[in-house]
């Protein structure tokens, strides 16, 4: 699946959020998206999934203008992994991802013996299925986070759209989580992932989408374009690129 974004705008109260943006990203593509807080990367990610249709510029599936594909066929396209949440009532982790595949099921229906299937092989791929039975609310941070990502697998989108699904992850659970994305792209999917750390876009992503708050956007392989003066242009702070025998490391400079 191809997705191409064309001359993207879009502005708030007469400000520009995305200006001009323009990139294209395929199946087995991991792209991070980075840039400061207030550059655009929710907007983007909102404009993608069209909930903001007041956009200018195109955005296409596989050739065909998301405007003009309806909610359902969109959502089996794509797929939204959300910052972790924590739920008003306490589903189990198996009806958390039976969730995501209501657009599949029929009004008034109840989930199936094969989509309960379904379900457990998305879980068993993230390797959660252990916990198919547990309280979601009662999961750790990681635990729910690769719970949510085996909801968008169940719900068969081929792209997988994550705002920052590593914010609320301790250091551990970061590395791990994003591992499994990572193996995800390998397996096909088009991961498109908005993170505050350019390190993880440097270690893991396959692309990088660096967005600066209505100005030009930069995108290409990691280690061509997260370079010191980038980091300083994105983040106003200085920071050494440290080679290691287990790759570069990304050192901000105490100020």
């Given amino acids: 699946m191809k997705l191409q974004v ?4 879009y502005e708030y109260q007469d400000s520009p959020i995305l200006k001009n943006l323009s990139f294209e990203a395929e199946s087995g593509d991991f792209i991070c998206v980075i840039g400061p807080n207030g550059a655009g ?48 009532f306490g589903y189990s982790v198996l009806d958390t991802v039976l969730m995501g595949m209501a657009g599949r099921i029929a009004v008034f229906s109840k989930p199936g013996p ?26 750790s941070g990681g635990e729910q986070q690769l719970v949510l990502i085996a909801r968008a697998i169940a719900q068969k989108a081929q792209i997988l759209v994550m705002d920052e699904p590593t914010s609320a992850l301790d250091y551990g659970n970061q590395y791990r989580v994003l591992g499994q994305i990572r193996e995800l792209s390998e397996q096909g999917y088009l991961v498109l992932l908005s993170t505050h750390h350019p390190q993880h876009a440097l270690q893991y992503s396959t692309g990088v989408l660096a967005l600066n708050k209505g100005g ?25 690129f440290l080679k290691t025998p287990s790759g570069t490391v990304i050192l901000p400079k105490r100020q």
Avoid: W
């Fill in 41 to 88: 990367k929710s907007t983007l990610f909102r404009c993608i999934l069209n909930f903001l249709p007041d956009y200018g510029g195109t955005i296409r599936l596989d050739g065909r203008n998301i405007k003009e594909i309806g909610p359902r066929e969109l959502s089996s396209c794509i797929s939204y992994i959300p910052q972790i949440h924590r739920p008003t």
């Fill in 6 to 9: 064309e001359n993207l705008t």
């Fill in 114 to 139: 094969s989509e309960i299937r379904e379900a457990e092989q998305a879980l068993d791929k993230m390797g959660v299925l252990r916990l198919e039975d547990r309280d979601f609310a009662r999961l």
């Fill in 216 to 240: 030009p956007a930069l995108q290409g392989a990691p280690e061509e374009i997260l370079t010191p003066r980038l980091i300083r242009k994105l983040y106003g702070i200085e920071a050494e």
